[in-house]
């Protein structure tokens, strides 16, 4: 699976953004996806997941009620919903596929995209 994330770029806060994950290859619908985001400096830290038909997803404390992720797997497409973005949401999001273990570390994630950076001005 090749993946490639779209739709960062400069926010004032409270506003909203729709980053996008354009997914290569037939299997992209067996695969649970998540977003991931790392500002300069600190460690890749989960934001959200979503099961391979889209039944469960799964928030970090930080953004639940804020952002939403969906799927759509006709498009091969993942999407994170960002509202109410503050500074402290800006950092490179990064979309990933085909976990291996635990959602919510970065190692066990097989496949990742190139990322996207999201910039929230206060």
């Known amino acids: 699976v090749q993946l490639q994330a779209s739709g960062g770029g400069l926010m004032q806060a409270g506003g909203s953004l729709r980053l996008s994950c354009a997914a290569s290859?037939?299997?992209?619908?067996?695969?649970?996806m998540a977003w991931f985001r790392q500002a300069p400096g600190k460690e890749r830290d989960f934001v959200a997941a979503?099961?391979?038909?889209?039944?469960?997803?799964y928030y970090a404390d930080s953004v639940k009620g804020r952002f939403t992720i969906s799927r759509d797997n006709a498009k091969n497409a993942l999407y994170l919903q960002m509202n109410s973005l503050k500074p402290e949401d800006t950092a490179v999001y990064y979309c990933a596929a085909d976990p291996g273990g635990s959602y919510y570390y970065a190692h066990s994630w097989g496949y990742w995209g190139q990322g996207t950076l999201v910039t929230v001005s206060s």
């Open positions: 290859g037939r299997t992209f619908g067996n695969y649970a």
């Open positions: 979503i099961s391979w038909n889209g039944g469960s997803t």
